[in-house]
């Protein structure tokens, strides 16, 4: 299973950027998924997380200014992320939890991580 990670890059304050995850592999289905980040000197936390049946969790830092959604037909995630702030700069990590083929007619649940994305939001 791999989780790859898209739409970071360099924006100015104020400014819009979207995030992708996209889930490849042997997988049967998902629990839910959820971007992290971290900053230089800052703790690890979490951005938002969206479960297969729609219920969104958001840091209370980015509530009104972010929008998390997962296709599950896609198995792919967004992160829409509007009126972004120089404190938002850190690398964004795509994280899932899914229900995986390990052999035949044989599953488990297990995370996984993606290998992250820079957004940096700066004049």
């Known amino acids: 299973v791999q989780l790859v990670e898209s739409g970071g890059g360099l924006v100015q304050p104020g400014g819009s950027l979207r995030l992708s995850c996209a889930a490849s592999g042997s997988i049967f289905s998902i629990y839910a998924m959820g971007w992290y980040r971290q900053a230089p000197g800052k703790q690890h936390e979490l951005v938002a997380a969206v479960t297969s049946g729609g219920t969104t969790n958001y840091a209370d830092s980015v509530k009104g200014r972010f929008t998390i959604s997962l296709s599950n037909a896609k198995s792919t995630m967004y992160l829409q992320m509007n009126s972004l702030q120089p404190e938002d700069t850190a690398v964004y990590f795509c994280?899932?939890?899914?229900?995986?083929?390990?052999?035949?007619?044989?599953?488990?649940?297990?995370?996984?991580w993606g290998q992250g994305t820079q957004v940096t939001v700066s004049s």
């Open positions: 994280n899932a939890d899914l229900d995986i083929f390990i052999a035949t007619a044989t599953r488990r649940r297990q995370e996984f």
